[in-house]
């Protein structure tokens, strides 16, 4: 089959139900054709909805364009504008984190205007973060040390304090006077009195990429802007009641304002596409039954797990780049321990990892990467066991992720996507049934230029968790024909 564009890949996706209903009903028995008939009719005109997911989806992932904002928010590049002028923006977490709104700002950029608004329309604790060896240098200790610190976001407040040569210090303009001060790399620990009515933050190493909350939003707000890498933020609150504002509150109040309102979840998006992740450790002679590939390991520089790229090619060993071609067959594989390593049959996990290592060595050239940390996409080895007692119980694999909390898939694959980049690829082309992985990559730059298929065998252990991949979760079962042409 000719190779798809992203766009047709959207439009086999947004039918998938109904070609998968219609591969169905080409080999059902005659009696049962009936009621086939009407899933397909159903699944046909389903497919402006399924679009609308797909699309969504993708941008969750980190779609075709990266910087897209999630729709009725502001884009991360003008929030940033903003913050390199002085203004306030209001950022947001996610509604199974604090669900607030917290305005945030540069801390050099304040002013007593700026701080009286602040004051004004938030909780009035206003606190300022920063990294760890600002606060080290500025002697501001944790407040409670971590093992005693009960807060159930573990917000990591210092000792609070005022600027010296502060009166009382709760004014607007003093309380401003000391945010700038924080926020000067030429301030001494002695420029401060301790305790005082500002209270200083430490945010985590890695900002929202490692913690996806609003002392992290701070400091990469602040820094991305261009500003020292410390940032002012309070809570906004209702004025009815002094209540937490939430989304309804918090359009209202930033459209009053004239404020960006962003999200930390494009944020993360935003930082994943711009900045290095990985690094690359290692290098060796990997031979194995389908010839000698070249093992590549890399470490994440945001959670230490050490993932590897499986390399297929003629070249030369000082320089890895020279086996990598245009439009090369590409694997992007999650782990799974119990699939890739014990051949579980409730998967078909290991199975296509064999057919990628096959396909990849007929044609000669090609690279599979190993994503570690992804068991049970995403959820981990435990709770993926658990699921599977729940599926035992009647649960298919995305409810049984439900049932545990978690999202169906909560996979994201920028630390593929910067392996694939680090290796020298430009052009691929992918082996997946999934779409959102298909998607997921070339919105790193990489260019996807066509889909390859992977079908492993139909057993009666998954034959179900097959099902489910196709009819919940979009996956491509649709081109038998080009399949069997592949493996013949």
Known sequence: SPPRTPRSVARIFSMSRASSCAFALARAPRRARAGAVGAFREAKTSSTRARAVFAHDARARGGEDPDAPTPGFASVASALEDVARGKFVVVLDSEDRENEGDLIAAADKVTAESMAFMIRHTSGLVCVSMEDDRADALDLPLMVDSKANKDAMKTAFTVSVDLAASTTGISAGERAATINALGDDNTTAGAFVRPGHVFPLRARPGGVLKRAGHTEAAVDLSRMAGSTPVGVLCEIVKDSDGSMARLPDLEVFAKTHGLKLVLISDMIRYRRAREKLVERTAVARLPTEWGNFTCVSYTSMLDGIEHVALVYGDFDETNINKAIGDDMLVRVHSECLTGDIFKSARCDCGNQLDLAMERVAKEGQGCIVYLRGQEGRGIGLGHKLRAYNLQDEGRDTVQANEDLGFPADTREYGIGAQILQDLGVKTLRLMTNNPAKYHG????????????????????????????????????????????????
Do not use: Q, W
């Open 441 to 488: 990559l070339s919105g790193y730059g990489l260019s996807v230029t066509g889909r390859v298929p992977l079908f492993a065998p139909i057993t009666m252990e998954n034959k179900r968790y097959i099902d489910t991949k196709r009819l919940k979760m979009g996956h491509l079962f649709e081109d038998a024909a080009t399949e069997a042409e592949l493996t013949s």
